[in-house]
C-alpha cells in the first residue's frame, strides 16, 4: 500500500498521501481502509520525530482534518517532551505558531474562514506559553499588545488568546501544573496587566467593531476575578460596562462582567463604589425589565437571550449580596434599592428552570443560615426564648448593644422572609420516602428511578425552610394552615400544590417546641384525613394517602406523645395495604416500619382504654391485614412486627408472641419437609422451591430486627434447613455437571441459588444481630463446617456460592480470637479454590473477589497468629493474592487489598518474623504500590497508597529490620544501612520509570519523601506534586487526591447540623431512649 511510505521519515512527507490517509480514516471508505489508515496514523503519532514534519505539513495542506492531526503530534510534544527539546528548535517551532496566527487573523476574511484552525493554534501557542512564559519568554505580552494595535482582527484574536491564558493559569492549573509554576504565572500575569487593561479600554471606547466589543468583553470576564482591584474602581472601566449595559446586543456580557466585579470581597475599601454601581444598576435594570414582570412567563416565553439575561441576573444579584448585602443595610435610600434586588430575586426564583432555581436557592440558604446564626448565638436567655416564640418581658438594657441591632436586621428583612418561606413551600422538591409521582401524561404512578438531583435540592430546601421556621414559627404555621385550608375548600386544590405543601410540612419535622408542633400537627393530620374522605376518584386517594403516609412518617415525636393519633394512622396503614393502586402498599409497608422503629414500645403495653397490647391484637388479626400484600411487602411486615417483640421485656411473652408471628410460615416449613421425609422429589418442584424461599426471606427479615430474640425460631429450622441446603447443592452441582456452563444460567438453577443464598444470609443476619455470645456462635458453626464448608469445596466453580466467604467473614469479625483453631479448616476449603476462580483474569466471579478479600481482611485482623503459621507457599500465595486485589481497577476490592497489606505490614512488624516477612516482600510490595499509585485507574486508592509508601518508610528508617534488604550473594558492595539501600532502590526505580524526568527531579522527590515521612500532609503533597510533574496526572479531573480532605470537612458538617433542632431528620438520629 503506498501509505507505508509515510513511515519513512528521513526526508519531507508527502503530504498529498498523507491527506488521502487522513481522508480515508474520516471517509466513507470499507471498513478494511478506514483500519489501515488508522494504523498508519497511530504509528505516526507514536514517533518521536514525527513532530519536525508539522510545519512541512501545516505549510503545504489545505486540509483541515489534517492540519488537526499535525497539531495533534504538535501537542504530545509540548505536554510531555517540550523542555527536553534543544533550544533552536523550541524557537523555531514558537515563532511559527506566532507567525500563522499573526496571518491568519490579519485580513477579516481568512480570520472567518480558518476560524476552527486559529482557534487550534491559539490553543498550542497557549500551551507553549506554559513553559516559555515569563523566564523564556519576557516580551510576550507586550510583543500581543503590540501586535493587537495593527488591525481590528488580529486584536480580536489577542483578546481570544489572552482569555484562554487566564483560564488556563487560574481555572484549570490544579492537578495541571506544581503549585511553584501557578504561582510564578499568576504573578507575571499581574504585574503585566496594565498593558492588557489599556487595550481593552481603548477598544471599548474607540471600536466600532460588533465583534471585537464582544471578544473584549469576553476577555475582561476571564480576568475581572483575579486582578488588581485598581484597575477596576480607580479607572473608567466600570462606567464603561454600566455603559454597555442598557444595550441589547452587549447586555449579557456585560452583566457577566458586573457580575464577576459585584462577587469581589476585599474588605471595605471600596464600599461606596459598590453601592453606586448597585444603584446605578438598578435604574438602569427598571427600565430593561420592570420589578412588576412576570418571571415565570417571561422566561418561558423569552429567546434564548432573554432566557440568558434572567439567569445571569440571578447570578448578579446573589454574587453582590454574597459579598455586599451589609453594606446596602446601612442608610434608608440603600435600604429600599436593597429591598427592590430581593424583590427581583424572589421572583426570579418562581422561574421553572432548574439552573436558575439551583442559583438562588445556594443565596437564599446562606442568607437564611446567616441570619439564623446571628440569633442561635445570641446567648441571653432573652433571646433564646425569643428564639422559640415565648415572649419575656424586655429587660433593661438588653435593647441597646448588639441584641437590638439584630432585632432591627431581623425586621428589616421580615418581609422578604414571609414572601420567602411562601416559595419554599410551593417550589418543596420532593423528598426520598415518596414512591407515587405523577408521571409526564399526567397519571399517579409508582416511582421507578431515584432521581439525585431532586434530593439534592430537598436536603437545601428543607435546611431553609428548617432556619425560616426557627426565625419565625408562627409565620410559617400560619402560610402552611392557610394553603392547607385552600386544598380542603378545593379553591387551590391540585396533586402539585398538596404535594409540595405536606412535603414542606414534612421537611420542618423537629424544629418547633413539642407544644406548638403538637398543636400543628394535630390539626394538619385531622385536615388531612377529612381530605381523604370527602375526595372522590382513585388517583386523588392514592395522592393523599401518599402525603398523609409521607406526613406522619416524619413525626415520631408527637406520635409516641399520643396513642391516640398513633393508632389511628397504624390502621389507616392496615386500609392502605389492600389499596391496589401502584406505590400505595408500598409506602404502606415502607411507613409502618419507620414508625415502628421510632414507637415500638408504645405497642407492646397495654395502652389505657385498651385489654391488651396492641401487638397482641395485631397478631390475631395478621393473616387478614397481609392478605392483598405482594411477598417482599409481607418480608417488610413480619420485620416490623419483629421490632415491636423485640421490646418487649419479659422473655416469656416475647417467646409467645414469636411463635405467634412465625405460625403461618412454621405451619408451611412443617409441610413442606413432611413431605419430603416421603419422598425428597417433592422438594424438586419449582413451586415449592419457591415457598422454601419466601419461609427463609420472612425468616431472615424477623432475624434482622429481633437480633438474639431470634434463637428459638432459627433453632426449629436449622437442621433441616442445613439438610435442604445440601441436598439444592447436590442438584446444582448435577445440573452443571450434565448440563455444561449454560446450565448454571437455567431458571431452575438460579431458584435453587438463590434457596442457598438465602439460607447463608439468614444464618449470616442472625449471627451478626445476636449479642456477643460465643457459645451461640459454637452452637451453629460447628454444624455448618461440613454441609456448608465442605460443600463449597467440592462444587464446581460455578455453583460456589460467594456469600460462604461472606458468612464466615462476619463469624470471625464476631467471635474474633475464639474462631482461631478453626481458620485452617476454612482456608483448606475455600483458600486454594477461589483463588484458582479469580486470578485467570479481572471479571469472573466480582462477587467472590470482595468477599474473598473481606475474608482474608478479617482472618488477618483477628486471627493473625494463623497465618503466620501458614507454611511459606501458602503465604506467598496471600500476598500475591493481596497484590492482585490491589491492582484491581474495581474500586472496592482495591481498598479491601490495601487495608488488608497494612494489616499484614503492621502485624508483621510486631511479630519474630519481622526480618524474613521484609526481605521477601518489602521491594515487591513498593514497586507495586508505585506501579498503581502512578497509574490513573487506581486514583481513588491514592489515600491508602501514600499510607503504605510511609509505612515502609518508617519502618526502613526505624532501624526495626536488622537484616538487610539487598540480596547479600548478587550486590557486590553492601550498604551502611536499610534506608540507603530503599533510596538509591527507589530513585533507580523511578528514573527507569519515567525517562521524561531529569535525574536531579528524581532525586529530590525521594530524597523529599525520606525527610517528610513523619508528616503525613506535607509527605502527600510531596507525592501529588510529583504526579503532575511525572505528567502522569494531568488534564484529568484529580478530586480524588484530595478525597480524604473532602471526608473530614463531611464529618465537621454533620456534627453542626446535630446541634440545630430539627436540621438532622427524626429518622435518621438514634433516640431508642425517648421512646419509653
Known sequence: MTAEKLRDLSRPMDVALLDATVAAFYGTGSKDERAAADHILRDLQNNPDMWLQVVHILSNTQNLNTKFFALQVLDGVIKYRWNALPVEQRDGMKNYISEVIVKLSSDDISFRAERLYVNKLNIILVQILKHEWPSRWRSFIPDLVAAAKTSETICENCMTILKLLSEEVFDFSRGEMTQQKIKELKQSLNSEFQLIHELCLYVLSASQRAELIRATMATLHAFLSWIPLGYIFESPLLETLLNFFPVPAYRNLALQCLTEVAALNFGDFYNSQYV?????????????????????????????????????????????????????????????????????????????????????????????????????????????????????????????????????????????????????????????????????????????????????????????????????????????????????????????????????????????????????????????????????????????????????????????????????????????????????????????????????????????????????????????????????????????????????????????????????????????????????????????????????????????????????????????MLNVYRMYSELISTSIAQGGPYASRTSIVKLLRSVKRETLKLVETFLDKAEDQPHIGRQFVQPMMDPVLGDYARNLPDARESEVLSLFATIINKYKGAMIDDVPRIFEAVFQCTLEMITKNFEDYPEHRLKFFSLLRAIATHCFAALIHLSSEQLKLVMDSIIWAFRHTERNIAETGLNLLLEMLKNFQTSEFCNQFYRTYFLTIEQEIFAVLTDTFHKPGFKLHVLVLQHLFCLVESGALTEPLWDVATVPYSYPNNGIFVREYTIKLLGTSFPNMTSSEVTQFVSGLFESRAELSSFKTRIRDFLVQSKEFSAQDNKDLYAEEAAAQRERERQRMLSIPGLVAPNEIQDEMVDS
Open 276 to 720: 453606586k454601581m448597585y444603584t446605578i444598576f438598578m435604574v438602569q435594570l427598571q427600565n430593561i425589565l420592570p420589578s412588576s414582570t412576570n418571571f415565570l412567563e417571561a422566561y418561558s416565553n423569552g429567546t434564548s437571550e432573554e432566557q440568558a439575561f434572567i439567569q445571569n441576573l440571578a447570578l448578579f444579584f446573589t454574587s453582590f449580596f454574597k459579598s455586599h448585602i451589609r453594606v446596602l443595610e446601612c442608610s434608608q435610600e440603600n435600604i429600599s434599592a436593597l429591598l427592590g434586588g430581593l424583590e427581583y430575586l424572589i421572583n426570579i426564583s418562581y422561574v421553572d428552570d432548574t439552573e436558575v432555581f439551583k442559583v438562588c436557592l445556594d443565596y437564599w440558604n446562606s442568607l437564611v443560615l446567616e441570619l439564623f446564626e446571628a440569633h442561635h448565638n445570641l446567648d441571653g436567655p432573652a433571646a433564646a426564648a425569643n428564639m422559640m416564640g415565648l415572649q419575656m418581658p424586655m429587660l433593661p438594657g438588653m435593647i441597646d448593644g448588639p441584641g437590638s441591632q439584630l432585632m432591627q436586621r431581623r425586621q428589616l428583612y421580615a418581609g422578604p422572609m414571609s414572601k420567602l418561606r411562601m416559595l419554599m413551600i410551593c417550589r418543596m422538591a420532593k423528598p426520598e420516602e415518596v414512591l407515587i409521582v405523577e408521571d409526564e401524561n399526567g397519571n399517579i404512578v409508582r416511582e421507578t428511578m431515584k432521581d439525585n438531583d431532586v434530593l439534592v435540592q430537598y436536603k437545601i430546601m428543607r435546611e431553609t425552610l428548617i432556619y425560616l421556621t426557627h426565625l419565625d414559627h408562627e409565620d410559617t404555621e400560619k402560610q402552611m394552615l392557610k394553603k392547607l385550608s385552600k386544598q380542603l375548600n378545593g379553591e387551590d386544590w391540585t396533586w402539585n400544590n398538596l404535594n409540595t405543601l405536606c412535603w414542606a410540612i414534612g421537611s420542618i419535622s423537629g424544629s418547633m417546641v413539642e407544644e406548638q408542633e403538637n398543636r400543628f400537627l394535630v390539626m394538619v393530620i385531622r385536615d388531612l384525613l377529612n381530605l381523604c374522605e370527602i375526595t372522590k376518584g382513585k388517583d386523588n386517594k392514592a395522592v393523599i394517602a401518599s402525603n398523609i403516609m409521607y406526613v406522619v412518617g416524619q413525626y415520631p415525636r408527637f406520635l409516641r406523645a399520643h396513642w391516640k393519633f398513633l393508632k389511628t394512622v397504624v390502621n389507616k396503614l392496615f386500609e392502605f395495604m389492600h389499596e391496589t393502586h401502584p406505590g400505595v402498599q408500598d409506602m404502606a409497608c415502607d411507613t409502618f416500619l419507620k414508625i415502628v422503629q421510632k414507637c415500638k414500645r408504645k405497642f407492646v403495653i397495654v395502652q389505657v382504654g385498651e385489654n391488651e397490647p396492641f401487638v397482641s391484637e395485631l397478631l390475631t388479626t395478621l393473616p387478614a391485614t397481609i392478605a392483598d400484600l405482594e411477598p417482599h411487602q409481607i418480608h417488610s411486615f413480619y420485620e416490623s412486627v419483629g421490632h415491636m417483640i423485640q421490646a418487649e421485656p419479659d422473655p416469656h411473652k416475647r417467646d409467645e408472641y414469636l411463635q405467634r408471628l412465625m405460625e403461618l410460615p412454621n405451619q408451611k416449613w412443617a409441610e413442606i419437609i413432611g413431605q419430603a421425609r416421603h419422598s425428597v422429589d417433592f422438594l424438586k418442584d419449582p413451586d415449592v422451591i419457591r415457598a422454601v424461599l419466601n419461609i427463609l426471606q420472612t425468616n431472615t427479615n424477623v432475624a434482622s430486627s429481633l437480633g438474639t430474640y431470634f434463637l428459638p425460631q432459627i433453632s426449629v429450622i436449622f437442621l433441616d
